[in-house]
């Protein structure tokens, strides 16, 4: 059974920062690209950023400058360091693998909160 772990949510005050981890089992790591999704209060869910299996890396807008996704096979694991936060970055981050339209699967989930 795949899985996807996602850890290092919580409350933070605005211009701080957070790293999210999410652990991926049962699946081959390497050849998935990984992604973070995020989901605010009465929001649909939307891409934060992505890194495919050779390391190239797309961030929406709203994150360029600010966040960094980053990978390690050996762990199976991806990372998401998150700087400068903002009250709108509230939301519940998601882990996603992609290696297909058949292969694809999300974690359950981390809370972010943003307040001061």
């Known amino acids: 059974q795949v899985q996807l772990v996602e850890s290092g949510g919580g409350l933070v005050q605005p211009g701080g920062s957070l790293r999210l981890s999410c652990a991926a089992s049962?699946?081959?790591?390497?050849?998935?690209?990984m992604g973070w999704y995020r989901q605010g209060p009465e929001k649909q869910r939307e891409l934060v950023a992505t890194?495919?299996?050779?390391?190239?890396?797309n961030y929406a807008d709203f994150v360029k400058g600010r966040f960094i996704i980053s990978r390690d096979n050996a762990k199976n694991t991806v990372y998401l360091q998150m700087n400068s936060l903002k009250p709108e970055d509230t939301a519940v981050y998601y882990c996603?693998?992609?290696?297909?339209?058949?292969?694809?699967?999300w974690g359950r989930g981390t809370q972010v909160t943003v307040s001061s």
């Open positions: 996603n693998a992609q290696f297909t339209a058949f292969h694809n699967y």
């Open positions: 890194v495919t299996n050779r390391g190239s890396t």
């Open positions: 049962n699946i081959t790591f390497s050849l998935y690209t």
